[in-house]
């Protein structure tokens, strides 16, 4: 499973009902972020992990160690508690709200979100 690097995502699907649905991000936030796509930095050694996630309004860092629990930050900047585990070259990441699970698809990183009844996919190309 190679993360390792710089994607930009150019497709997402169900952004503002996941978000809201949620409860993770005010209206205003989600409207803006709809507006632009992010670029993800990634960054892998081992099993220990650093994202970033920038886009012209802000930069979001969060760490992580597949395995052990990590706190990350909502768009909003609350904190909340994950463990990711690895399966099958799959990073998935559990909280008692959504389940996000992402991958390496041919070129692209695909991230799909569930929370609930909604599904939230982001699709991201290598640059």
Known sequence: ?????????????????????????????????????PVIVIEQNGKDFTCTMKTPVCTQVYSFSIGKESEVTSVDGRKFKCTVREEGGKLIAQTDKFTSVREIQGDDMVETITAESLTFISRSKRV
């Open 1 to 37: 499973m190679d993360f390792n690097g710089t994607w930009k995502v150019y497709s997402e699907e169900n952004l503002e009902e996941i978000y809201l649905s949620m409860n993770c991000a005010p209206e205003m936030i989600v409207k803006m972020r709809k507006e632009v796509k």
